[in-house]
């Protein structure tokens, strides 16, 4: 076949397209109010990650002269950009017709858009001071990290973290679309899925990654460690504070007590450290944090200050 050939067959091929879209109606979005932007969702995790960690990403060379003046520019950015998303968002739950919702009012969307918005910037300090202690977390629990900046450059699973206490914000907001959309997009980039919904404790770090799902349901308490390959789902119960969770081969549900929760295959779930909430069979050799699936056994460092 020949170029123009192909070209000639274009028509048809045009035809058969279209008319294919009277068979399967639910694989076509038309004639319905406009979804959100996924790529404007994806600009704005871009510039919340800037506002997160000034001087990390986005512009360089900032100082405190002029810190004040930057974040001014990405919170005006990152306002608007929020606020036009999380309004198609409510609009797109109302199922208002019309170019992006224009076509019918809905003074009430608009309003509580801009309520949203408001209250989900005034958290981003909250979120910061959970961060915080993820950055310590990564930093004191990986023998290979060689700083804290390391971990905020490099690690895909405090991105993912930052992302998901980004997106549980908007969650707890009842916002549709939007909190899913940002943790899809984390969980394509690294792999990590967790969802908007999960309730995570501070100092929470996640080693590796690869294949690590954390469903809506997962209460994750303080100082938990959660290797690749580990599944909390609907059947596992809450993790417990200083909690190291990890995969043995095969071996992936959930194991609290020596039993499995639903007959399947185990996540070895191991309370660290002393004290009264150690559990039978847990570590109590001080504050050390040691893992240990099936014959390996690694032991945690001393935590240091960031260089």
Known sequence: MTHQQLNEQLPSVIEGLVASLGGEPGLAHLNRVYLPSKETIIESIKRLRQLVFPGYFGEQGLTPSNISYRIGELVLEVSEML???????????????????????????DTKAA??????????????????SDVAAAFEGDPAAQSADETIFCYPGLFAITVQ?????????????????????????????????????????????????????????????????????????????????ATNGANT?????????????????????????ARPGSHSAGSETTFRAGSTTRSGRAARAPS
């Open 83 to 109: 606020y036009q998303q999380v309004r198609c968002c409510l609009r797109y739950s109302q199922q208002i017709p019309g170019a992006n919702g224009n076509g019918e009012n809905c003074k009430e969307c």
């Open 165 to 245: 206490r980004l997106a549980h914000e908007f969650h707890k907001l009842a916002v549709p679309l939007l909190p899913r959309i940002m943790t899809e997009h984390a969980h394509s980039e690294t792999g990590i899925d967790i969802h908007p919904g999960a309730k995570l404790g501070k100092s929470f770090f996640i080693d590796h990654g690869t294949g690590v799902v954390i469903g809506e349901t997962s209460e994750i308490g303080n100082n938990v460690k959660v290797y690749q390959g580990v599944t909390l789902g609907a059947l596992a119960p809450a993790v417990p504070d200083r909690v190291i969770a």
């Open 253 to 277: 549900a959930a194991l609290f007590d020596g039993k499995n929760t639903d007959g399947s295959p185990w996540i070895y779930l191991e309370t660290i450290g002393g004290g009264s909430g």
């Open 115 to 132: 309520e949203i918005v408001h209250t989900f910037l005034k958290r981003i300090t909250d979120v910061r001071q959970m961060l915080a």
